[in-house]
C-alpha cells in the first residue's frame, strides 16, 4: 500500500503517483502515524476550500505540532482565521495585491527581474533557483513592506529555514526555530523604526490600518510581515524554478515558454506542478466523508496539487500542455483564503519568464547538483545549476 506522510523526503522527490492512488483507492485516506485525514480529488478539495465553516483554519494549516492550535494565529496571522475576522484582516490592506495596485508595480517588478538577470547577460552557468527565482519574488516583496536590499538575502536565507522540515518528522529543527526567531525580532525591528519614522511603504500603511476602530498590536503587525514575506513569496519562487526544471525536461515546451508563451508555461505549470502541495483544516461537526464519519476536531489535509492532476476533471492530466485550459486549476487556492497575492505572483511569474526568454535561447540544468525543498506543503528547488545559451545580440544600426 501506498502511504502519503507529507514530511518525507520520497514524498518530496515525486508525489504524484502516490495521489494518483489515493484519488483512485483511498479519496479519503488516513494516517494513523500522525492521525490526519487526506483528501485528494478535485471536487473534494475544491468543497473544502468553499466551506470554513466545515473545513476551519482555526487551528492553523499545518500539520507540524507546535504550528497546530488555537495558538497558530500567532504565527500564521488571518491564515489560521476564519470569516468574518479572516475578511476584517485582509480588508486592512485595502487596495494593495489587488489587480489595479498591481499592474502599477509592473514596471518595477521587470527593473527587479533584469537586475536579478544581469549574470546571465556575460553567459556562463547561473543557478535558477538560488540566484533568480527564489530571489525575485522576496526582492519585490521586500521592497512593498520596506525591507532595506541590504538585508534582504539574510530574510530569504531565514524563510528558506523557516519553510525545512527534516526527513520522516513533524517536529522543527533548532535552526528552523532559530531562523523563526530571528526573523521575528527582525520584524519587531522594522515596525519600531516605521512607528518613529514612517515611510511609504506597506508596513507604515499597516501601522496606520485600524481593525473595528482598534490599532493592530506589535505582536499582530509582527505575523502580518511573517504572513507577507515569509509565506506569500514562497510559493512564486518554487513555481517559476518548476517551470525551468519542466522546460528543460521538456524541450518541446522550454523552447516554445522562451520563444513567446511565457504566460502559457507558468499557467500549466501552476496545475501540472503546483508549489502548493497540502494546507490543513480543522472539521468543526461530525461529517460523513466517502462513507466514513469523521469526528468534530479531526484533522484534514487538502491536497491542491493532487486536485490539479484529477483526470475527472483535466483530461490526460499527466501531460503537460501549452493549450491546456488552465482556469479551473486551484493552485491558488479557492474560497475565502484564496491567495492574497494571487495576481502579484501572476506578474512576477510572466514577466520572470518573459525576460529570460529575451535573453536566453537554450539551457541546460545539472541534475547531480540541483537540490530540492524540503516541505510539508511547497514543492520546488533550492538550487537548479545551469548552463546558458544567450540569444545572439541584435546587431547595431550604423
Known amino acids: 500500500m501506498r502511504v502519503y506522510d507529507p514530511f518525507s523526503y520520497r514524498i518530496h522527490e515525486d508525489p504524484y503517483p502516490v495521489y494518483a492512488w489515493m484519488r483512485e483507492h483511498a479519496p479519503l485516506w488516513h494516517s494513523t502515524e500522525r492521525d490526519f485525514w487526506a483528501l485528494s480529488r478535485y471536487d473534494d478539495v475544491l468543497s473544502a476550500l468553499r466551506n470554513p465553516a466545515l473545513f476551519s483554519s482555526r ?19 488571518f491564515l489560521a482565521m476564519d470569516p468574518p475576522e479572516h475578511g476584517t484582516m485582509r480588508r486592512l490592506l485595502g487596495n494593495t495585491f489587488k489587480p489595479r495596485w498591481v499592474a502599477l508595480l509592473e514596471p518595477r517588478v521587470r527593473e527587479l527581474t533584469r537586475a536579478r538577470l544581469a549574470p546571465l547577460r556575460d553567459g556562463g552557468t547561473f543557478d535558477f533557483a538560488a540566484d533568480f527565482a527564489a530571489a525575485l519574488p522576496n526582492d519585490v516583496m521586500c521592497e512593498v513592506v520596506g525591507i532595506p536590499a541590504a538585508d534582504r538575502e539574510r530574510i530569504r536565507a531565514d524563510n528558506d529555514l523557516l519553510n525545512h522540515c527534516e526527513d520522516g518528522t513533524d517536529k522543527r529543527s533548532r535552526a528552523t526555530i532559530g531562523a523563526g526567531l530571528r526573523l521575528a525580532l527582525y520584524y519587531v525591528s522594522l515596525v519600531n523604526d516605521r ?4 515611510r511609504d511603504d506597506l508596513t507604515s500603511a499597516m501601522i496606520e490600518a485600524r481593525a473595528d476602530g482598534e490599532a493592530l498590536t506589535d505582536a499582530q503587525l509582527v505575523a502580518f510581515l ?8 514562497e510559493s512564486t519562487g518554487k513555481l517559476i524554478g518548476n517551470a525551468w526544471y519542466h522546460g528543460w525536461r521538456l524541450p518541446d515546451i522550454g523552447r516554445a515558454g522562451l520563444d513567446g508563451r511565457a504566460e502559457d508555461w507558468g499557467n500549466e505549470t501552476l496545475r501540472y506542478d503546483s508549489p502548493s502541495q497540502m494546507m490543513a483544516r480543522t472539521l468543526t461537526e461530525d461529517t460523513t466523508i466517502h462513507g466514513t464519519r469523521l ?3 479531526a484533522r484534514v489535509a487538502l491536497l491542491p496539487a493532487s486536485a490539479n492532476r484529477d483526470e475527472r476533471v483535466f483530461p490526460d492530466p499527466d501531460t503537460f500542455d501549452l493549450d491546456r485550459n488552465t482556469s479551473k486549476h486551484i493552485g491558488y487556492g479557492h474560497g475565502p483564503h484564496y491567495c492574497l497575492g494571487a495576481a502579484l505572483a501572476q506578474l512576477e511569474i510572466t514577466v520572470a519568464l518573459q525576460e529570460v526568454g529575451a535573453l536566453v535561447s537554450d539551457y541546460d540544468i545539472d541534475m547531480s547538483r540541483a537540490r530540492r525543498v524540503h516541505s510539508p506543503h511547497q514543492r520546488g528547488f533550492a538550487s537548479l545549476p545551469s548552463e546558458i545559451k544567450r540569444r545572439p545580440k541584435p546587431l547595431a544600426v550604423v
Request: aromatic residues 8%.
Open 59 to 77: 487551528n492553523g494549516i499545518s500539520l507540524e505540532p507546535d504550528l497546530w492550535g488555537p495558538e497558530a494565529v500567532k504565527t500564521s496571522f
Open 226 to 233: 511573517f504572513l507577507l514575506v515569509s509565506a506569500t513569496n
Open 295 to 297: 469526528p468534530k476536531g
Open 195 to 198: 512607528r518613529k519614522h514612517p
